[in-house]
Every structure is written in C-alpha cells, then in structure tokens.
C-alpha cells in the first residue's frame, strides 16, 4: 500500500517538497494563458484580443463553476486515505465520473443560450461578436474531458501524490500550447485556432491519464474499480452537499473575473484588453501559490481523517508563511521585469502604455491575495465547504458594490484597488470561520 507514516507536525520542509512538483504544473497553466493572449495579442487588432478575453472569461466562469469536481474529490479522497478506505475512494471517483458527464451533456445542449447571452451581456463590436461565438462553439465540446480531467487531478492530490496529478497538468498545457501555436502561426486560425488548440490537448490528456488511474488504482489498492453500489443515497447526499456548496462557492468567484471583464468592456475594448492581459499576471501569481493550497489539501483531509489536530495546526501555520513569503519574491520579479513582459505579450502602444499605468496593482496583489488562496486550501482539504461558500457570499457582494462605485470615480484604477479590497474580504470571512474546523477533531 501507499499509506505513510506522518509525524504529528507538518513541517515547511515537508509543505514545500510536496509543493515543489504542484509548481511546475500551476506554472504551466497561466502560461497557456499567457501564450493565447500573446498570440492574439501580436497579430495586430485589439478584436482578437478583446474577443479571447471575453470568450475565456465565459467558459472559464462555466467550467471553473464545477470545479467542486476536483475540490470535492480532494477532500473525501483525502480523508477515506487518512482511514484506509480504498474501496470507497474508488466508488467516490466513479459517482463523481458519473455526475461529471451528466453536467457536461447538459453544457453542450446550452451552447446556443451560452452565446446568446454572452452577446447581449458585453459591449463589442460585430466582429468581435463574431469571434466570441467561434471560440465557445468549438471551446464548449470539450466540457467532458476538462471535467475527467478535474477528477483525476483531484484524486491524485488527495492521496498526496503531487507529482502524478503535476504531470498531468504540465502534459496538457504543453499540449494546449503545441496545438494553439500551430494552428494560429501555421494555419492562420487566429480564434479558432487557440479554440482547437484546447479542445484537442483536452482530450488526448484525458485518455491517457485516464487509462493510466485505473491500472494504478488496481495495482497500489488491489481493488478492481466496478461500477456496482455507487448508488447509495447517503453516500451522493453528503457528495451533492459538499460539491453543491463549492459550485456556488466558485460560481460566486468565477462571476467576480467575469465582471471584472464586464466593467473593463464598460471603459472602452482598449481597457478590456488590457486588463486581460495585466489578469495573466495575477493568474500566474495565483496558480503558483495554489502549489501549497493544493499541496495542503491532501495533508489537511488526511490529518482530519486520523483525528491529528497537531498535525493540522502546523500545516496551516507553516503553509500560510510559505505562501506569504513566495508571494514576496513574486512581487519583487514583476517589480523588475513587468515592461520586459508587457512588451513580448503585445506590440500595441496604447495596450502596453496603458499597462504601464497599472503595474503598481500586479506588484500589490500577490502577497495581499496570498492569505486568502492558502485558506481555501485548507477549508477544501477539510470539506468545510459551507462556510467556504458563505464567506464568499459576503466577499463578493461586497466587491460588486464597491467595484460599480470606485469604478464610476477612479475609472481602471477604482477596479483593481476593487479587486485588492476582494481578496482582503476573502481573507477576513474565512478566517471568521476557521474555529469551525477545528471542531472536527
């Protein structure tokens, strides 16, 4: 078996080293963004531009919206691993596998409502329409293999094996990336072609991490994956709350980037674009220090599974100082090197001058948002998934009002001292609800 043996403290040493791999995969994810963005980005209009962003932000809110996929399956993979129950863990994947492909059936039949509202809710052009609607055609038909892929991300964090669930990140984005240049700089797809790009890398990674789950379940737990007795009412009554809870957790924080997109539109397509491309950098900041979230997850549930309360406290101590001294020296490169990256992202000048204008936020953000992205790991791992969304009730409906007001007043620059404010909000409610973990022990 696999199971090892845990000292009572967790320490930064130990955060780090199952950190590390969960690095290099969170690095390749904004990069993918950052490669589409660049490649729209030089090929001379904002259109392209303007209309990636939008389309993304729509089909990132979708997907990201069922991310309880991985984040459910993190936090009950984590504990059954904690108790040894490996049966159980097989038959988890398996309802999740099924309540995945239910969702992603139903998101195809609403394509053409999808496209419909995107249209009517921003303000674009009639070419940009038309971009924004090729890219969602074709962007909505991978649905089923993002969320296979959600699952077996989560269920390799779950059992602390980092590295598995890193490969298989890094292999799709390399795949995301290979497939997009092709098609853009090769076959002149611009739009279409970063579309079929995701679609195709989508895919092809599914199949192979899929295939290769089963034979490792059946070697390391000696089970025999089966589909019988994966109906059981108490069993989806507890999977629906906790994975309900964080769609509407994540739904609540999807929607937040989506208005940040929306209000952006409002200012003119020059802002819009930039403010897509100046998100790459939060994006990148964020998937990077979602390395110790993501790696805490597992080492949380597990923890909770044993009933080691020690265990717990210094994870979340130490994972926190980790996150906080990462976002530092993330910070302190964009300090440096922000015009360098502006100027290969886009060739525009008003895009990169604009951009200029706004780098104090890039540099602000990271350590502020580091608190917030550490405790959301924490409460995952713990499946406290209703104060998670809750806190992001309160956070987000704050923002929305304090967005539309600074926005009015201080125009861009209201939005990201908005978006600063929604990350300390985020902080302060989960920290309101942290007593509560505690009580599982």
Known sequence: MIVKNYSSSISKKKIFLLSIPVFFSNLAIPLTGIIDTGLMGNLGETRFLAATSIATSVMTMIIWSFAFLRMGTVGIVAQ?????????????????????????????????????????????????????????????????????????????????????????????????????????????????????????????????????????????????????????????????????????????????????SYLGSKLGEDYLAVNTILMQFIILAAFFLDAYAFSTEGVVGFAIGKKNKKSFLSCVENSIQLSFFTALIISILYLIFFKQVINIITDVEILRFISYQHAIWIIIIPPVAS???????????????????????????????????????????????????????????????????????
């Open 80 to 260: 059954l691993f904690g108790k040894s129950d490996y049966r159980e863990i097989a038959k988890t994947l398996s309802r999740n596998f099924l309540i995945a492909m239910i969702i992603a059936i139903i998101i195809i039949l609403l394509k053409p409502i999808i496209i419909n509202l995107t249209e009517n809710f921003f303000s674009t052009s009639t070419e940009t329409q038309k971009l924004i609607k090729t890219y969602i055609s074709i962007r909505v038909l991978s649905v089923p293999a993002e969320f296979v892929i959600y699952i077996l991300v989560g269920f390799y964090l779950g059992i602390q094996k980092t590295n598995i669930s890193s490969l298989l990140i890094i292999i799709l984005s390399a795949l995301n990336i290979i497939f997009s240049s092709f098609f853009v700089l090769s076959l002149n797809l611009d739009v279409l072609g970063v579309a079929l790009g995701t679609l195709i890398a989508n895919y092809i990674t599914a199949a192979i991490f899929s295939l290769f789950t089963y034979n490792f379940i059946v070697k390391r737990f000696q089970i025999i994956p089966t589909l019988q007795r994966i109906i059981v009412p108490s069993k989806l009554l507890r999977l629906f709350t906790i994975n309900f809870n964080i769609f509407i957790r994540t739904l609540l924080l999807t929607f937040s980037f989506l208005w940040i």
């Open 371 to 441: 608190f917030c992205y550490q405790l959301d790991g924490i409460f995952i791992g713990a499946s406290q998934t209703q104060d998670m969304r809750n806190g992001m009730m309160v956070a987000v409906a704050s923002f929305i009002i304090i967005s539309i007001y600074l926005t009015k007043y201080f125009g861009n620059h209201g939005l990201w001292f908005s978006l600063l404010l929604f990350t300390v909000l985020r902080s302060l409610t989960l920290r309101y609800f942290f007593n509560r973990i505690l009580k599982k022990f």
